[in-house]
């Protein structure tokens, strides 16, 4: 049977905590070699509205200890706005009901067979904020941290849900560039961690004397001045548009997720614009070492507490999405939770 | 709705010829700028098996005027064994009842969503041929050619089927290993095809005397020697390893399928092995024109009856895949075939 489960489905069972527990095994696969990622790919055509584009974004990665390879894929209709003085990029939510497509499949390792179709809206946000906080575990100083944090979208959220797996935290501050949404976030999170937090109106004072800088959010500049950054803290940003390398020069230690931290990207041809908003800078990834060797314990983290540590790039890999859908199809089918769809309607006698 | 197909299903509405008429102007569409192809990537696992592996291979592409992009993949169980003295690479049909998956699905580039799940096992054997065929209906002389065939599996029958379509066959030799298999093949395509056929027991008998030459084989060495191939002939290779440097460098005319020669392989740290007979030998495929800029009429085919032609390495790209799912999907849906999903089991209202 193929399981197809729903995000509700997914939620039922898996959390931060269990995501912490399912992705350290297989970052450790990935450093003994019985693991593999595929490299993400975005693939684009014009969109179906002015200044639009679509993309197909997919990923692929698997490992022996798991049973699965996975694909994670998101079909997606795209568009460029100006928020707060700068370009973001948006998902459009283009089909039927104002919905999105991203979905991770789960092939078997010793029969080809899809084991199961899970959306990967849950599986997203837990992957961001618990690979976020492997690595703050391992370059954050210990004890009571208070936080500093840019955004205040829903991986913003799952970047303190994940930090409280692995540090009590003291105090947040919270910034984004729209009063509201930071005032509500603040109220929100505060009283689901139970930790004292304010909303802030600059990113140099959610910055201010915090242990731990996360950064969470969709801009295409950098959100916060390196001048802000003091001896001692950790600054973990998602996505490499988040920082410019002035900043990064100033890390005692830099973790990066994976040392395959550019997009292969693919335009139609004379259409490279396409793809503008999402085209990293080049920057040599393979020069720091990867989460993987870091959780591990292959490369040091935090040596000193002075140190000024950071991560960098935390976006999808392969390992993830199979780690992450491996526990969900294998807890859900224990639970008797899903839909079954017959395996063989998407198998053939022909040799593809 | 997503509509959920069968090899049966595609096979009703979708033929040689109108597999021709479906990828000649997908091809023109990728010279204009309307059309996009990401490279092919194989990613591996060890497999269940002694001397097996696991390999999850993609590609993807799609184009505006058929309003798709697509992805197919296959999720292999992989195994090498001698054969004829070569090594050769096969698929295990590891999953239920003896099969094996192989799938193209197609997104909306307006919606996002999911429009058809379609086996590839009918569209993998037509698009080879047909595509060797928008080739061969370009490079080789006009008039009703004499074939040599080196294959008889049944990428050899479509390549012949394809053949068909743009020249009257007057004449085919083939050879395989096996004297029965190639016997029976003569046999049974001759019938199809009404034209008088032979098995011959060497690849030169084949050659000789021939204005075509087809190899459709799973060889990991060359399949024939360069030094039978006369002026005038067209000599088209699926794949890479079927033929050496010195064969392709006695061309006076060489087409590429695609500049994308090379595939992208990914295998657990130091586990380069798995990949080991799939790893091309980095052909420069960017000095030759592609096969899209032949049918769109950008570069010359062959201008001079005494040209030795070639056409090489017809592994699978997105838009064959987009062209041919997307005329079997809006086929079969006229004809009211296969089985509708509703297409949000397949959404999601969280943003991925």
């Known amino acids: 049977m193929t399981l197809l489960l729903t995000n509700d489905e997914v939620e039922r069972v898996l959390d931060m905590r269990a995501s912490l527990q399912a992705l350290e095994p297989a970052y450790r696969d990935v450093t003994e070699g019985r693991a593999v990622m595929r490299r993400q790919s975005q693939t684009y055509l014009s969109g179906p509205l002015p200044q639009s584009s679509y993309c197909l974004k997919t990923v692929e990665g698997g490992s022996e200890a798991l049973g699965v390879m996975a694909i994670r894929l998101t079909s997606d209709v795209l568009r460029g706005r100006q928020v707060g003085g700068k370009l973001r990029r948006e998902k459009v939510p283009a089909a039927p009901g104002g919905s999105f497509l991203g979905l991770v499949l789960l092939f078997s390792l010793s029969t ?12 997203q946000r837990l992957r961001v904020g618990a690979t976020s906080a492997l690595a703050a575990d391992r370059l954050a100083r210990p004890g009571s941290p208070s936080v500093g944090l840019i955004g205040a979208g829903n991986q913003a959220e799952a970047q303190l849900r994940g930090l409280a797996c692995v540090r009590k935290l003291a105090h947040i501050r919270v910034y984004s560039p729209t ?174």
Chains 1, 2 share one sequence.
């Open 179 to 352: 009063p509201e949404h930071r005032t509500d976030f603040a109220t929100r999170l505060g009283r689901e961690l139970d930790v004292p937090m304010e909303a802030v109106p600059s990113p140099s004072e959610a910055i201010e004397g915090a242990d731990i800088v996360v950064t969470a959010t969709n801009s295409g500049d950098p959100v916060l001045d390196g001048d802000c950054l003091r001896p001692g803290m950790y600054v973990g940003f998602i996505r490499e548009f988040e920082v410019d390398d002035a900043t990064l020069g100033r890390a005692d230690v830099l973790v990066v997720h994976t040392q395959q931290g550019d997009i292969d990207h693919y335009t139609p041809r004379g259409r490279e614009d396409l793809a503008q908003l999402q085209r990293g800078r080049g920057y040599p990834w393979h020069r720091h070492p990867e989460l993987a060797d870091l959780v591990a314990g292959r490369v040091l983290g935090r040596t000193d507490g002075a140190q000024l540590t950071m991560f960098m790039n935390n976006f999808g890999v392969g390992i993830q999405f199979a780690a992450l859908g491996a526990h969900a199809w294998r807890e859900a089918r224990a639970c008797g939770l899903g839909r079954e769809i017959p395996t063989d309607w998407f198998l053939e006698d022909l040799q593809p």
């Open 112 to 123: 080809g067979e899809l084991l199961a179709i899970i959306p990967d809206g849950i599986i």
